[in-house]
């Protein structure tokens, strides 16, 4: 630590004391005891609470280099995933291993993907693994770049394993086109067992799409021993001692690493129960991105931050906790201690001018940086601090420069993906509706100029092509539909769910007014969403029940409200044809259909569109039947203001 005052501050100060002593040397003498007791004592608080705030920025600025470590991981799986051999692979898949749009055989491609990987991690240090796992044949992988020693080596395609069972791999294919979702941080494993010897990992992955349906999956292995050795270079003291742990305590790193990944070895070793005050940060009582700084005992000075991980799963977090050694943070207060006893009956008087300018001149570059913050508007901001501010301030302002400039990119790249989404349904709307109208019309015309000129199978020819253009119509209506749902705002306000049911019931018969279906529909029903969207989203479930029970003698439909294990559902019921309940999985998938369409007639998409309606409202949705038996369908929206009891789980 420097001197509290240069050699002409100490020169000057001394002058005071020989006159101040003249006027009274007795005072000045028990004065000059007391006070530089207290200011002593006084100095020796401000600098641990000094070395507090510092530790605890250090705490804040390893968990920046974490998360811009884990963001890094992140963006190159994305590139990856956007490369020509992923896609080229698909086509080559559905075309008997050629891919006809490129002329490239399947494993050309794979060739290709297997030296971009291998760049890849090799260009990156801390990249272990790279690997394309397709979903067919139990999720194996298709290509795979390993890291081994020094050498960055491609894995034969007999020794490629099945992954579809690890759950970085199921929760990346719930992701949506684009997403990138990091596992939890454990050892690595090969072949269902952990490998020897043991080597942390974190991966991230993101799915491919195959259309509507998820082709494969893109995983980047992060050595999270490398991250962890980075993230020591940051410590302000070779002393001061890193730990880092799981959202449970679990401790990932550790001075002596045979604590570390204890719980996937038989023996659980967590930081909480070595630090009781810690239990508070894990059991969710503690605010988010709250830090603890503190002294442990008489020899260390402790600073604990949780720093989140993944901004799709909230609650995986990692913990950081500074030790830094109490002897080495008070190491420089014997010296002090000598000077301040004869400097301070003149330091006294200068001392709180002296702090104030000095704090008041150190903290301007983070009262810039708050202004710059707090008036952050749409133009360009100024992050920049003088090159004399201290290196935490300058590393605060680095990422905030980093941290606005993303958030820059990821509002440029929102922006073109909504123009992209908007030409999409443009073109859907106009290009193809338009050609199939066009089908349609000259089919009609070619029925009512030349219709006694055609045959039987001619006239049977001409029926399936106007089939077939009114069909295609109505898919092209179903997913236009369902795009919008995604992407419009819904206009919340209560809903009388009785009234719109009789409404579509009502439409329903005039369809068809001379069959007779019995109809329940409880009175009274009521819930807060968007109008016209509950008016769809019950057109598809009582259109359904309506079109399934026309082959009963008796047909039945209730819509009603129930109660099941504390939850309080709506219940769509008929007697209908039913379904098997092996094949419940798809039918909230975009074109599924469980029925032939020589039987009932559909689209595909209006289950898939009811499912997207409930999820917009925040419900949930599933379904329950038997063949021949009927269908039930049971879903949750939020209750109107005032209403008593939940809808939904």
Not at 372 to 386: C, I, W
Request: net charge negative.
């Amino acid at each position: 630590m420097a001197p509290l005052a240069s050699q002409d501050q100490r020169q000057q100060a001394s002058g005071f004391a020989p006159r101040i002593a003249l006027v009274t040397v007795f005072i000045m003498t028990l004065s000059a005891l007391a006070v530089g007791g207290i200011v002593f004592s006084e100095v020796h608080r401000l600098l641990i609470s000094e070395q507090s705030n510092a530790l605890e920025e250090n705490a804040r600025v390893i968990g920046l280099q974490l998360r811009r470590s884990l963001d890094s991981l992140s963006t190159d799986v994305r590139v990856l995933a956007g490369t020509p051999p992923i896609t080229g692979l698909i086509r080559a898949h559905h075309n008997g291993g050629w891919d006809q749009q490129d002329g490239s055989s399947d494993k050309a491609w794979r060739d290709r993907l297997a030296t971009i990987f291998t760049i890849t991690i090799a260009s990156h240090p801390g990249y272990a693994q790279a690997r394309y796992i397709g979903l067919a044949n139990g999720g194996r992988e298709l290509v795979r770049v390993d890291r081994i020693g020094d050498q960055v080596v491609r894995i034969a395609d007999d020794e490629l394993q099945r992954k579809a069972h690890r759950d970085y791999v199921q929760q990346a294919i719930r992701l949506k086109p684009g997403e990138v979702s990091l596992s939890a941080i454990d050892l690595n494993q090969e072949h269902g067992h952990i490998a020897e010897p043991h080597q942390p990992m974190v991966r991230a992955a993101t799915p491919i799409y195959d259309g509507g349906e998820v082709f494969g999956v893109v995983v980047v292995n992060l050595d999270f021993n490398s991250v962890v050795a980075q993230l020591r270079r940051h410590l302000p003291t070779p002393s001061t001692r890193l730990y880092l742990t799981n959202e449970l305590g679990d401790y990932l790193a550790h001075p002596d690493p045979s604590l570390a990944f204890g719980f996937d070895l038989g023996t659980r070793h967590r930081i909480q129960e070595v630090v009781p005050r810690l239990q508070r940060m894990f059991d969710g009582s503690a605010a988010e991105g709250q830090t603890e700084t503190w002294r442990e005992g008489e020899d260390d000075l402790m600073s604990f931050i949780q720093v989140p991980v993944d901004p799709l799963h909230p609650q995986r977090i990692v913990g950081v906790l500074l030790q830094a050694p109490y002897a080495e943070v008070v190491r420089d207060i014997a010296p002090l201690q000598r000077r301040l006893f004869i400097l301070s009956c003149a330091l006294i008087l200068c001392a709180a001018l002296v702090t104030i300018l000095i704090v008041h001149w150190q903290i301007r570059p983070l009262r810039r940086l708050t202004r710059v913050v707090t008036r952050r508007g749409d133009g360009e901001a100024d992050f920049s601090v003088p090159s004399w501010a201290a290196r935490e301030v300058q590393v605060l302002a680095q990422a905030l420069t980093d941290m606005d400039q993303q958030v820059r990119d990821h509002t440029r790249a929102l922006e073109a993906a909504n123009r992209e989404l908007e030409a999409f349904s443009y073109s859907v709307s106009h290009d193809l509706q338009g050609p199939l109208r066009a089908i349609n019309g000259f089919s009609q015309a070619l029925r009512e100029d030349n219709g006694e000129q055609l045959d039987e199978i001619g006239r049977g020819h001409l029926n399936r092509i106007q089939g077939a253009t009114l069909r295609m119509n109505a898919l092209v209506d179903g997913l236009l539909r369902l795009s919008r749902l995604a992407r419009s705002d819904l206009q919340i306000s209560p809903v009388d769910l009785s009234a719109l049911a009789w409404d579509v019931i009502y439409q329903l018969r005039e369809g068809e007014p001379g069959r007779e279906v019995a109809i329940y529909i409880e009175p009274g029903l009521q819930a807060l969403g968007d109008p016209n969207a509950l008016r769809l989203l019950l057109q598809n479930l009582l259109g359904n029940a309506w079109k399934f029970t026309q082959q009963q003698a008796t047909p039945q439909i209730q819509f009603q409200r129930i109660e099941r294990a504390g939850q309080t559902l709506f219940m769509v019921r008929d007697n209908g044809i039913g379904f098997d309940m092996a094949y419940v999985h798809k039918l909230f998938k975009p074109f599924e259909r469980l029925h032939a369409d020589t039987a009932f007639q559909g689209t595909g998409i209006g289950l898939a569109t009811v499912w997207r309606i409930v999820e917009r409202h925040g419900g949930t949705i599933q379904a329950e039947g038997a063949p021949n038996i009927g269908a039930t369908f049971y879903f949750t929206l939020p209750p109107p203001p005032g209403m008593v009891g939940p809808t939904g789980p």
